[in-house]
């Protein structure tokens, strides 16, 4: 069954960091893109990173234009995990993040639509 599973969130000061974590389950990340989302209250759904294979040694990462700069997604295949490094965080990135997953590999991961979701973990910004 496959599965993901994010951990990570808490509450953190504005311009402090935080290391979100999706550990998938039920399926290798090879085949796999996975891309983070965040929904704030009041709000749509917002894509702000992913990443996929281009090759064995290769991956392709993206950012929405909010976190570009500050954010990092990065890919471990021997755990199995992906994580979202969160720098200088700011009030408007508080928000309930998800990460996703779909069975594709290549460029333009933000165009995909993500079949597998995980349960959310909170991230909370404040002083």
């Known amino acids: 069954q496959l599965q993901l599973v994010e951990s990570g969130g808490g509450l953190v000061q504005p311009g402090g960091s935080l290391r979100l974590s999706c550990a998938a389950s039920g399926f290798t990340l090879g085949a796999y893109a996975i891309g983070w989302f965040r929904q704030a209250p009041g709000k749509g759904r917002e894509g702000i990173s992913c990443i996929s294979s281009i090759s064995r040694s290769l991956n392709y990462a993206d950012y929405a234009d909010s976190v570009k700069g500050r954010f990092t997604i990065t890919k471990d295949n021997a755990k199995n995990t992906v994580y979202l490094q969160m720098n200088s965080l700011k009030p408007e990135d508080a928000a309930v993040y998800y990460c996703?997953?779909?069975?594709?590999?290549?460029?333009?991961?933000?165009?995909?639509?993500?079949?597998?979701w995980g349960q959310g973990t909170q991230v909370t910004v404040s002083s």
């Open positions: 996703a997953a779909v069975r594709a590999s290549g460029s333009n991961c933000f165009m995909w639509e993500y079949h597998y």
